[in-house]
């Protein structure tokens, strides 16, 4: 996580973090206009930049996919679930790498062999679905959406633009970063990783928490899941006060987990 508050002290880092931002927002903004679900979500063949951003530029990857997504919800109009959309999109752009990197360590992250394609989608649905738990939480919390749409449509969303579009960026442009030396494990070589065994538990810990997330949250919106130790008036549309009890917690761990990556 630390490299998160350093990166903000390499000019270099910060420039990137503009340029992902922009590059992110400036493919956003025009498929506003293209509903995927009418009132709910657009067509977003943008969400592979965050994937490839981060891979390429690490945190400053990260950075610019909460604050391209920002810039980007400000042309759909702005709400207070737009938040909770800043740090999702923080964890959609700061999860592959950090997975990657325990995963694949050394690698480059290009397709190459179904292994490597394994560990690739790995990291993207691990991030896909954080993303997704958050922004479902949030608004269902905020009683705009219920949790079941969001946290399904962000996954598929996210997947379709990371399995189909971010693997042939990356093959066509991480060769070039890399041998020009803008990759952040270039940029940022005083960052330390914390010893196998903990990154190990933090992902453990992560995928724990967001799959549980993701389960009790779909439970809890649609009606399926009504837990005994509520009380029976808060178990009706919109289920906003169960999300938030139950899934509220299982998204801290996977956050915890995060951070110990």
């Not at 946290?151 to 996210?158: A, Q």
């Not at 960052?191 to 997330?213: D, H, N, S």
């Not at 009504?226 to 008036?233: D, N, S, T």
């Not at 808060?234 to 801290?252: F, H, R, S, T």
Request: net charge positive; charged share 10%; glycine share 10%.
């Amino acid at each position: 996580m630390s490299e998160l508050r350093l990166m903000w002290r390499n000019t270099r880092m910060v420039v990137l973090c503009a340029i992902s931002a922009a590059l992110y927002a400036a493919v956003l903004i025009p498929f506003k206009v293209v509903p995927f679900i009418p009132g709910v979500t657009e067509l977003r063949p943008a969400n592979a930049i965050p994937i490839v951003c981060s891979f390429l530029f690490g945190p400053a990857g990260a950075w610019g996919s909460a604050i391209g997504n920002m810039i980007g919800d400000f042309f759909g109009g702005a709400s207070p679930g737009d938040l909770f959309g800043f740090v999702a999109n923080l964890a959609y752009g700061w999860i592959p790498y950090k997975v990657w990197e325990l995963m694949a360590d050394g690698e480059a992250p290009v397709i190459t062999s179904p292994l490597k394609l394994l560990k690739y989608a790995i990291a993207c649905l691990a991030a896909s679905v954080l993303c997704a738990v958050i922004v479902g939480w949030g608004d269902n919390v905020l009683v705009i959406r219920p949790f079941a749409v969001l946290g399904n449509v962000i996954i598929f969303n996210n997947m379709v633009s990371a399995m189909v579009l971010s693997p042939f960026i990356l093959a066509a442009v991480y060769p070039r970063v890399k041998k020009g030396r803008l990759t952040y494990q270039d940029m940022m070589p005083e960052v330390r990783r914390k010893p196998f065994a903990i990154r190990l538990v933090g992902f453990v810990l992560l995928v724990i928490g967001e799959g549980g997330a993701w389960a009790a949250g779909n439970l809890l919106s649609t009606g399926f899941w009504k837990p005994g130790f509520l009380p029976a008036h808060w178990l009706e549309a919109p289920y906003d006060k169960p999300v938030m009890i139950v899934v509220g917690p299982m998204l801290l761990l996977a956050m915890a987990g995060l951070s110990l990556m």
